[in-house]
């Protein structure tokens, strides 16, 4: 089974930046696709960012241009570096996967909150 494993979050001011790490553990060769979502309380998890195993990435509208995933296949991690951060950006983060072979639980999430 596969597990993830979110970390990288914290409080920044507007403007700021983070780097969310999303280390993947288990029988990892199952997975085609790697995404970050993001939920805030009383909504559900919306996806934000996705990135292939060939590295085609995809991101939401709203944070195109600030956000960026990247993969390091070597760690089985995958990244989110975030800049420009704006208090709409606050929310918990999670990542998960595509896996072929079974559904990839839910990590804790790593919550991320940026003050005005």
């Known amino acids: 089974q596969v597990q993830v494993v979110e970390s990288g979050g914290g409080s920044v001011q507007a403007g700021g930046s983070l780097r969310l790490s999303c280390a993947a553990s288990?029988?990892?060769?199952?997975?085609?696709?790697m995404h970050w979502y993001r939920q805030v309380p009383g909504k559900g998890r919306d996806l934000i960012a996705s990135?292939?195993?060939?590295?085609?990435?995809y991101y939401v509208e709203s944070v195109k241009d600030r956000f960026i995933i990247f993969r390091d296949n070597v760690k089985n991690t995958i990244y989110l570096q975030m800049i420009s951060l704006k208090p709409t950006d606050t929310a918990v983060y999670y990542c998960?996967?595509?896996?072929?072979?079974?559904?990839?639980?839910w990590g804790q999430g790593t919550q991320v909150t940026v003050s005005s």
């Open positions: 998960n996967g595509d896996c072929s072979t079974a559904t990839i639980p």
């Open positions: 288990g029988d990892t060769a199952c997975i085609s696709a």
């Open positions: 990135i292939t195993n060939s590295g085609t990435t």
